[in-house]
């Protein structure tokens, strides 16, 4: 997270060797990402997925899209139908395989972009603001999508975004201002900072800033514990 030119974005592309460091080294897997012999290797581990879905869609049928990278690399036909049957399967796209991509919703075209990274088997699929340009139903279908590739998966999933109901969700949140790291915490102990996040142009959960706002504990960022505490505040029961 982070306000507008705080550095996500450049970090994003740093872990994907899309950028390469001007000084310092970024390693991926072990990897330096400055050994231009091992570019693909770097990008097999480390796959990236940019905010608008239309950037990574080439080809004119959902199937070959996905599949696209594949052929790339040169991985046997066999292989390649079950790696593209698999990720459109994990992305719950696997019935629109022989659609035109111009013909999904914004969140549809977003989840096949997501299958064509998944298709080369990454470690880690970073995601630069992918659900910006979405509508609410897009958004709620991409990071249901994701959260199921970590959790069914093992897939390290590293979000670039400015939703705070989408921080909240994360294991672990970073926060950038002016290129350098300010907070690297548990959401709770993030969002707490409430005066902080502020003062860097951020927003905090609704129900973190009402706790604040009461004089109450802001390490609440969601409305089951926001209403619990509440009613505890008041005497009445949670039941």
Do not use: W
Not at 31 to 42: H, K, P, Q, S, V
Not at 138 to 150: A, D, F
């Amino acid at each position: 997270m982070g306000h507008n030119g705080s550095g996500k974005s450049t970090a994003a592309k740093h872990m994907n060797a899309i950028l390469l460091p001007v000084s310092g080294k970024v390693y991926v897997d072990g990897i330096d990402t400055a050994a231009e012999e091992r570019l693909i290797d770097i990008r097999r581990r480390a796959g990236m997925v940019f905010q608008n879905p239309d950037n990574q869609i080439v080809a004119s049928i959902v199937e070959e899209d996905v599949a696209f990278a594949l052929e790339n690399l040169g991985v046997a036909p066999a292989e390649m139908r079950e790696r593209v049957d698999d990720a459109l399967e994990s992305v719950g796209m696997y019935d629109y395989r022989h659609h035109s991509p111009h013909q999904l919703s914004g969140g549809q075209k977003q989840r096949v972009a997501i299958a064509g990274i998944i298709a080369m088997r990454p470690e880690c699929i970073i995601l630069d603001e992918p659900t910006a340009m979405l509508d609410p139903k897009g958004r709620r279908e991409v990071i249901k999508t994701i959260r199921r590739l970590n959790r069914d998966y093992g897939i390290t999933i590293v979000l670039i975004t400015h939703y705070m109901d989408e921080a909240a969700k994360a294991d672990r949140i970073v926060v950038m201002d002016n290129g350098k790291i300010l907070l690297d915490d548990i959401p709770k102990n993030v969002f707490c900072n409430v005066e902080m996040m502020k003062r860097i142009g951020l927003d905090v959960p609704q129900v973190t800033e009402l706790m604040f706002m009461l004089g109450k504990d802001a390490h609440i960022i969601d409305e089951d514990e926001c209403a619990e505490a509440l009613l505890g505040e008041l005497g009445i029961g949670s039941e």
